[in-house]
């Protein structure tokens, strides 16, 4: 068990839906990362935040937005969703010491949109 | 921008055999990561490597990182089943925010 919580684990929806996908990282990390996996596009980067601001953007669609709670959980909408959005979603979270930054995944949300 | 290689990007070996794993990246960092992901499932934490020369060893895998030449090299010994997966490497990019950047994936599939 990483100390990622990722709910829920399993989404089917319908596309032009919205979803969002929640995240609460292990104790004590201030960044969260979202991460996106699909066969064709391997693991893609989304969105990092640390301590509840935007710290960078991967290719994240304009469809898509995150943001982190005061908590530091962090939750990711989906809108307008397309065939294509079917994936896995990760968070990870980390915190950087002197011996690095060492992400944790969580267990991934399965997107499915029929 | 920063780019992060990973070369062969799928791999069949036969149980028993050695083969090494390489991850390029394109810019300075002196932390490389390694993670491995079973079908299905999470990515797991194998290795962290934190200075050039760094070695690192857990059963049949060894990692090593080589900061001057932007390369990690993960090493399998002896080949078994088990090892079927898809390893990762990560590159931390130093800064005053952290930020932890992923290579493509190497599947490997051992094969009896």
């Known amino acids: 068990d990483s100390g990622v919580t990722q709910t829920p684990k399993h989404l089917i929806t319908a596309t032009g839906q919205r979803v969002t996908l929640r995240c609460s990282p292990r104790s004590g990390d201030l960044s969260v990362y979202w991460y996106q996996q699909s066969l064709d596009q391997g693991l893609q980067f989304l969105i990092q935040?640390?301590?509840?601001?935007?710290?960078a953007k991967g290719n994240i669609l304009e469809r898509f937005s995150a943001q982190q709670f005061p908590d530091l959980h962090s939750e990711l909408n989906l809108s307008s969703l397309e065939l294509g959005d079917s994936a896995l979603y990760f968070c990870?979270?980390?915190?950087?010491?002197?011996?690095?930054?060492?992400?944790?995944f969580g267990q991934g949300t399965r997107l499915t949109v029929v | 921008e920063l780019k992060v290689e990973q070369n062969p990007l799928f791999l069949s070996m036969q149980e028993g055999k050695n083969y090494t794993i390489y991850c390029n990246y394109s810019?300075?960092?002196?932390?490389l990561y390694w993670y491995r992901q079973d079908p299905g499932k999470s990515l797991e934490s194998l290795f962290v490597l934190l200075s050039n020369g760094a070695v690192k060893q857990e059963g049949r895998l060894m990692a090593s990182l080589d900061t001057k030449a932007r390369l990690s090299t993960l090493h399998i010994t002896a080949a078994v089943h088990d090892l079927s997966a898809t390893y990762f490497c990560a590159v931390d990019i130093r800064g005053y925010y952290d930020k932890v950047i992923f290579g493509p994936g190497t599947s490997l599939s051992v094969i009896p």
């Open positions: 935040y640390y301590n509840g601001e935007e710290r």
């Open positions: 810019t300075t960092s002196d932390r």
């Open positions: 990870a979270s980390s915190t950087t010491k002197e011996g690095g930054t060492e992400a944790f």
